[in-house]
């Protein structure tokens, strides 16, 4: 496992020095959008086979079956079957890997990119049948958008896909910001920014992204220091050690459930800033400027820590926390979805997640809390904005409640198995039902 981990870090630094090199020298000023495609996607290709081996042409069969379904079905239904196929094929290789081959070591995991090229394959399929099948007033203002009005060629689908940028870690992006990413023209971001910067015929100068990716990486480091230093100090399974839950009276037990879980995240904080660095450091990610004229380039950011450390409500954690996959999911399934959206989508995002029946408990728990917190907002909230002190009562009560609940939940996520996440769940009843030594 810490082989696979060094041998991932290494790829992705390597990736950052490659995007570096890939926006100054093969700036769409001064080549082709076709040489462009070619060359991130050979680089993708060789990270993947040097990180994956052999596993990485899954990649290139789940992204080649998806194509041929695209052509051969035409526009009318080819997303869902894209859907089915591609999450079809990851769920068998998850279910493989984990039951078949491997359980619960988090080695090469070649599912982890297949989660992300899953994203890029249904949400492109469901942005072409939006963009030639539907009609113009069918759609609301963010499908329009992003549909597609024209058919992907195989090396602008493979070149979305496997990009060097992305292969390993995502994020996930639109199609229509990579290709304008690739050509060179203004993303529709910048339309409304052509006032700040010099527009230069077509190439309007982006900022450089020096500052952000340097700003991201030293995120990263502190991120990676933490998670190195601090995880060995409050492990996860300490929460359902007998002796532990014997002898530890339930506050401290809550407040050991909050540290535990505080140290599982800066693994995910590292891994995506990195991600979006190596975007950022290759020219995409500018999403505008912000009102004081300073760039903003989190336009493919899947996380904002603050706001997930701060977060004052389950909704605000959600999203703020992978959210690209948030956006994902939102757009294939929680807008089309004619019934009961909010279960669909907790259950589509299990799927996605894997064959860990841990996943299944935690994402079952979010749709009651989910709805819970909903419920409580409605009700509670208004008592409490008479004035700024209500209100940072409020805000302090509804933090803590808010970790103490995404705390609860994801633990089974962390174990992963269902025993171990019973055992946790029934403990915690015992201690709210009876109230037996809560100090």
């Not at 499908?143 to 496997?162: D, G, H, T, V």
């Not at 999203?319 to 907790?346: G, M, S």
Request: proline share 5%; aromatic share 16%; with cysteine.
């Amino acid at each position: 496992s810490f082989h696979s981990l060094v041998n991932f870090v290494v790829c992705q630094l390597f990736a950052l020095l490659t995007a570096f090199w890939f926006r100054l020298y093969l700036h769409p000023s001064k080549t082709s959008p076709f040489v462009r495609h070619v060359v991130a996607t050979l680089l993708g290709l060789y990270f993947a086979l040097f990180c994956f081996g052999w596993y990485a042409l899954h990649f290139l069969v789940q992204s080649g079956l998806t194509y041929g379904i695209m052509i051969l079905t035409g526009v009318e239904h080819m997303h869902k079957y894209c859907l089915v196929v591609a999450l079809g094929y990851l769920s068998f290789c998850q279910i493989t890997r984990v039951y078949v081959f491997d359980y619960g070591m988090y080695s090469a995991d070649f599912t982890g990119p297949m989660m992300v090229i899953t994203q890029k394959i249904t949400s492109l399929a469901f942005e072409i049948h939006d963009g030639m099948c539907r009609k113009e007033e069918q759609l609301t203002p963010n499908q329009k958008l992003l549909a597609i009005r024209r058919m992907p060629s195989l090396l602008e689908y493979f070149s979305y896909n496997c990009n060097f940028m992305g292969i390993l870690a995502g994020p996930t992006s639109s199609y229509n910001d990579y290709i304008a990413f690739i050509e060179g023209t203004p993303c529709r971001h910048n339309k409304d920014h052509q006032t700040n910067g010099k527009t230069n015929g077509r190439h309007k100068q982006d900022p450089s992204p020096n500052i952000e990716v340097v700003r991201k990486l030293a995120t990263c480091f502190f991120s990676l220091m933490v998670f190195l230093s601090v995880c060995k100090v409050f492990p996860v399974e300490r929460n359902i050690d007998d002796d532990f839950i014997a002898n530890t009276p339930f506050y401290a037990q809550v407040v050991y459930l909050y540290l535990s879980m505080l140290t599982t995240r800066p693994k995910y904080y590292f891994v995506w800033t990195l991600a979006d660095a190596i975007n950022n450091a290759a020219g995409f990610g500018f999403n505008g400027y912000n009102s004081d004229g300073s760039p903003r380039w989190d336009l493919i950011s899947n996380l904002r820590i603050t706001d997930i450390e701060f977060a004052t409500s389950f909704k605000m954690f959600l999203d703020n926390w992978n959210i690209q996959t948030a956006h994902w999911l939102k757009r294939v399934c929680y807008e089309r979805c004619p019934y009961n959206p909010t279960a669909a989508t907790f259950i589509l995002s299990a799927m996605w997640h894997g064959a860990y029946p841990g996943y299944y408990l935690t994402f079952l728990t979010g749709i009651v809390v989910t709805l819970a917190a909903r419920a409580m907002r409605h009700n509670v909230r208004p008592y409490f904005l008479g004035s700024p002190s209500h209100k940072l009562l409020y805000d302090g009560i509804t933090w803590a409640g808010t970790q103490i609940a995404i705390c609860y939940t994801v633990v089974p996520f962390v174990l992963l198995s269902v025993g171990p996440s019973m055992k946790f769940y029934r403990n915690s009843w015992q201690h709210l039902l009876l109230g037996n030594k809560v100090f």
